[in-house]
């Protein structure tokens, strides 16, 4: 499975977008990207994935690049219960997912 | 609203001790994970079950054991605990719908504090 890297902390002020980078430099054709969240000492939700094409839905936008090399969450306004641990993964079916360390978003009032 | 349940929420037990920490959904998933969590860190994927009578071990080694003898249930055991058993432990259960797809809906999660 392709490694993803994301930084390991953002803040953003409330009510603003808060965009989470995710570079998967190694993903392989058939990987989607997935992400998911974390809010404090609860299980992780699933937030969206997508393959090659820009997805959006009640709760994010997912942007892939072109060469699929990196993708960016947005979260159009954050709100203070938007703080969490993002996860991006990448993700092949029959495959398990993975969580790595994920990015810790603070949102500022 | 997933329906993922996990009880006891929080546990806090002596060493030696048998313990088994329930994971009910209802939702019909044919897969269902355990993962180990300890605070500030990485999840771990420690048993996963594609179906009943099927468990796997995961990508970290736990001296837990899993059973899945119910569609709907995926209790995990602990023969004799110990203090470093102490962790969050997070069910989550999942469809095999299309291919690529693999939204995993998780419970609550249970404290275990071994003294």
């Known amino acids: 499975d392709a490694k993803t890297t994301q930084p390991p902390s953002m803040d953003c002020a409330e009510g603003r977008a808060a965009n989470l980078p995710c570079n998967h430099s190694?993903?392989?054709?058939?990987?989607?990207v997935y992400w998911y969240r974390q809010i404090h000492s609860q299980g992780p939700q699933y937030i969206i994935h997508g393959l090659k094409n820009n997805e959006t839905n009640e709760m994010a936008s997912l942007i892939i690049t072109e060469d699929r090399k990196s993708s960016t969450l947005i979260l159009p306004h954050a709100t203070l219960r938007d703080t969490a641990v993002y996860y991006c993964?990448?993700?092949?079916?029959?495959?398990?997912?993975?969580f790595g360390t994920g990015t810790l978003l603070a949102v500022q009032p | 609203e997933a329906d993922i349940y996990q009880t006891p929420r929080y546990l806090v037990i002596g060493t030696g001790k048998k313990i088994t920490l329930e994971c009910s959904q209802t939702m019909g998933h044919d897969k269902m994970y355990w993962y180990q969590q300890d605070p500030g860190m990485e999840l771990h994927l420690i048993h996963y079950s594609y179906g009943v009578n099927s468990t796997e071990k995961g990508d970290l080694s736990s001296e837990s054991t899993v059973s899945r003898i119910r569609t709907e249930h995926f209790p995990l055991t602990l023969e004799s605990a110990r203090p470093s058993h102490t962790s969050q432990y997070l069910c989550?259960?999942?469809?095999?719908?299309?291919?690529?797809?693999?939204?995993?809906?998780f419970g609550p999660g249970t404290r275990l504090t071994v003294l």
């Open positions: 989550a259960s999942s469809d095999s719908t299309g291919m690529g797809y693999n939204e995993q809906f």
């Open positions: 190694t993903i392989s054709g058939n990987e989607y």
């Open positions: 993964i990448a993700y092949r079916a029959t495959n398990k997912l993975i």
